[in-house]
């Protein structure tokens, strides 16, 4: 893919199509998902979303999300700790001022480390995985497929 046609990708409204089977009552996850909602609305790039419930399957919904492109849509669901993360990526590489091409642009890298980073994902995952805290034993595919890389030391 050209350069123009991964900008033009990258610029195009982007469409987040979510369903959402329950596990919980609908008014606790109405609750839980407006919350998130109100968060992401107030991120960049963010247009608007729709949630529906299905008229014959009272714990099934979809949620429909326009972002204003991929990369927007991408950003808001960056834990704080990776956004800073890049942030300070794009920085030392600026000031750095090497020269990146093709040839030399896999021998340039940015070590970065932190004593704890990536809280606020642990937490929700820990959320999603003990029925909000109300299991002690809990069920690990209830939780994203990234869990445990929160887990491993900065």
Not at 59 to 67: E, G, T, V
Not at 75 to 84: V, Y
Not at 91 to 105: F, G, K, M, N, Y
Not at 118 to 141: F, M, P
């Amino acid at each position: 893919m050209s350069d123009h046609e991964l900008n033009t990708a990258e610029n195009a409204t982007v469409v987040f199509v979510n369903r959402f089977t329950l596990h919980t009552s609908p008014e606790e996850f109405e609750r839980a998902f407006d919350t998130t909602a109100q968060f992401l609305r107030r991120q960049p790039g963010f247009l608007q979303s729709t949630l529906s419930r299905h008229a014959d399957k009272p714990d099934s919904y979809l949620n429909i999300a326009r972002w204003r492109d991929a990369r927007s849509f991408h950003a808001a669901h960056l834990d704080r700790a990776t956004q800073f993360a890049l942030a300070a990526t794009r920085e030392a590489l600026t000031d750095s001022a090497l020269p990146r091409t093709p040839d030399t642009a896999h021998r340039i890298g940015v070590s970065l480390g932190s004593a704890v980073g990536c809280t606020r994902k642990l937490e929700s995952q820990y959320l999603a995985i003990s029925d909000n805290g109300r299991r002690w034993l809990v069920d690990h595919t209830r939780g994203s497929d990234r869990l445990y890389d929160y887990f491993v030391p900065s």
